[in-house]
DNA sequence: TATTGTTATACTCTATAACTATA
DNA sequence: TATAGTTATAGAGTATAACAATA
């Protein structure tokens, strides 16, 4: 189960490649896809679209942020991320002001409003995911709940 | 680290729930909407998007399936994979057929071109996921791996 | 000249509603 | 009357290209 060698070649695709490493990367991109699909259908707000829910997360951790950081973090490109701001600027949810040292940036940091949404709607993903996850078993949240940070920390690289 | 307790309300929204829990529900949404952006970009077959691929690699499991079966199991709506299906024909990656005891429905299995293609993409995959991984360490790739067929199991659910 | 952010525009994917054919 | 699939249409989200303002 626990690795020894920490090869860094473990996953080349080379002939030697052990299939599990294959399948697992199939699971994992068909797994991912498949449940990104339901989520956007489970959004707590309905009027908030998913990257705008992840972007008041990341505000959530960071404090503040340019909407060129926030556009990197969430892995979209820059107007994507002018539109995202602006409707959450219109939702109440963020505040832009100017940037202290550079008149081009922008600060966009997260609303009173935003904190005490984030605070219901974890609430309810809660109930949501409990359903789903209450048929799992122990071993298998537990596999899960090891892998969410991993899983932030790839979409991160 | 393992549980003891098969407690099915671990995760009911009460007030005793423990903190991990709601952290990695928001690490789990958060990280999957991420990476599910960035596997969409990094599509092996440009012409091919990632629910196109998903049917695929189900097509690949089950053999055959209808164009309803094929809907439920990628949670997409019926007309949605009308067009996925005849977009993947119009590629000669697979091939319809009538439902031998229904004529209202059809039979949809993949050809050997699509064989091939997911032989081939698989290796471009690693390729990509070997560049990410390859910054992990031992400990979280072996995470990620466990996680892969219970992620796929809860879009399922 | 390079960089930050915006505006204008188009594309991809999916959904809903209405329709056809078969059970 | 119910079900499988399709057609027509609309909407959400994102991208690219061109532009403005500032460094």
Redesign the pocket.
């Given at each position: 189960m626990l690795k020894t060698m920490p090869d860094p070649s473990r996953l080349q695709p080379s002939a030697e490649t052990p299939p599990d490493d294959a399948t697992a990367v199939n699971a994992l991109r068909s797994g991912v896809?498949r449940l990104s699909?339901r989520l956007?259908?489970q959004?707590v707000d309905e009027s908030?679209?998913?990257?705008?829910m992840s972007v008041l997360g990341t505000l959530a951790q960071c404090g503040s942020a340019?909407?060129?950081?926030?556009?990197r973090k969430?892995?979209?490109?820059?107007?994507?991320?002018?539109?995202?701001?602006?409707?959450l600027e219109a939702k109440g949810l963020v505040r832009?002001e100017p940037?202290p040292?550079?008149?081009?940036?922008?600060?966009?940091s997260q609303t009173e409003r935003a904190e005490a949404m984030l605070e219901e709607s974890r609430r309810k993903r809660n109930a949501w995911l409990a359903e789903l996850v209450g048929q799992l078993s122990d071993e298998e949240w537990d596999a899960l709940r090891a892998a969410a940070p991993v899983l932030e920390k790839l979409a991160h690289l």
């Open positions: 896809m699909r956007k259908h959004r908030l679209s998913p990257t705008e340019t909407p060129g950081e926030l556009a969430e892995h979209v490109q820059p107007p994507s991320m002018t539109r995202i701001v602006a409707l832009l940037h040292e550079d008149r081009r940036q922008k600060v966009v």
